[in-house]
């Protein structure tokens, strides 16, 4: 079946610091990829996304790159702050009715 | 647009009492609504599908005389956890698709309801 698979965390970064969170995935085809963001205590907000082979997704100076050759859907920022601190799920999904597929969730937390 | 409201935000209830969580599409609408689970510093765990005006399809190993789905109409999903005990304690969170975005249309999630059984 699909799977998704996440670096494990947690992951701490001092501000300003450069942030890579690997993400593969297992699918036949070519499913939809997302990078989903959760606060403590909060529900999930969708980060970015891209729906097919090289397409970019980013929002708020987070990018990710959807690469085909090697399955991979890597979240990226030049420049981490405090305020970023979250737990960040890298997903898949198809159309229809089908459920997005999560990773485990990274943790980042980032310190002045 | 796109916001997924959930109630309550959070309860604490007795052991052997019935909790009923609302997951409500405030301007879109759900033809689908999926159910999820979270555990402590764990990632989110999928109780079951929604669809409007069927039954819900459970997922392997969860009960689904214990968790109640009704999805009544196009914006509003409830999830019943019935006779709750403590190892139900939970954070639960439900998220939806808008039928109205088109091919590759992303689920939307309310901000969760944590509950705890004592």
């Known amino acids: 079946g699909d799977s998704v698979t996440q670096m494990e965390g947690p992951v701490t970064l001092s501000e300003e610091a450069f942030l890579t969170i690997n993400c593969t995935y297992t699918a036949t085809g070519y499913p939809s990829l997302f990078w989903y963001v959760q606060y403590p205590g909060e529900g999930l907000q969708l980060l970015l996304k891209?729906?097919?082979?090289?397409d970019k997704g980013s929002n708020k100076g987070f990018e990710a790159t959807y690469r085909k050759e090697t399955t991979s859907f890597h979240l990226e920022k030049g420049s981490v702050q405090v305020s970023d601190s979250a737990v960040y799920f890298c997903a898949l999904s198809w159309t229809g009715n089908t459920p997005l597929v999560f990773g485990k969730g990274t943790r980042l937390s980032v310190i002045a | 647009g796109a916001v997924v409201s959930q109630h309550p935000s959070w309860v604490i209830c007795k052991s052997g009492t019935s909790v009923k969580i609302e997951c409500r599409s405030l301007d879109f609408q759900a033809t689908t609504m999926f159910w999820y689970r979270q555990f402590p510093k764990q990632s989110l765990m999928l109780m079951a599908t929604s669809n409007e005006g069927s039954k819900a399809t459970y997922e392997q190993g969860v009960e689904k005389d214990k968790f109640l789905i009704n999805h009544a109409s196009l914006t509003l999903s409830t999830l019943t956890v019935t006779s709750a005990h403590p190892e139900d304690s939970s954070f639960y969170i439900c998220s939806a698709r808008d039928r109205g975005r088109g091919y590759h249309n992303e689920q939307f999630f309310g901000p969760g309801t944590r509950l705890t059984v004592l």
């Open positions: 891209a729906t097919k082979a090289d």
